[in-house]
């Protein structure tokens, strides 16, 4: 089984920064893209930033210049950091990643279960 583990979420005051973290856990051969997604209260959900195995990080716009997407490919781990940070950022961030499952050969995205974020203005 594959599955995704998210942390660094919590309570920061409008202009604060927080860094979340998601690992891909179990069966994996490969890790394709990752990416970061974030849902508020009665909207839908919409992507934040994403970053291929290599090539261009694509971001949302009301999020350019203020969060930064990376990884770190030995740890299987994608990260997201987040500076200047708004009431309007509140929401809960998911992570995904497209996966090559080692055990069943075959390849699909996997999503983490989401960590919330409360930005107080």
């Known amino acids: 089984q594959v599955q995704l583990v998210e942390s660094g979420g919590g309570f920061v005051q409008a202009g604060g920064s927080l860094r979340l973290s998601c690992t891909a856990l179990g069966s994996i051969f490969s890790i394709h893209a990752m990416g970061w997604y974030r849902q508020a209260p009665g909207k839908q959900r919409e992507l934040v930033a994403t970053?291929?195995?290599?090539?261009?990080?694509i971001y949302a716009d009301s999020v350019k210049g203020r969060f930064t997407v990376s990884r770190d490919n030995a740890k299987n781990t994608v990260y997201l950091q987040m500076n200047s940070l708004k009431p309007e950022d509140t929401a809960v961030y998911y992570c995904?990643?497209?996966?090559?499952?080692?055990?069943?050969?075959?390849?699909?995205?996997?999503w983490g279960k989401g960590t919330q974020v409360t930005v107080s203005s």
């Open positions: 995904n990643a497209d996966i090559l499952n080692k055990a069943t050969i075959s390849r699909r995205v996997y």
């Open positions: 970053i291929p195995t290599g090539g261009s990080t």
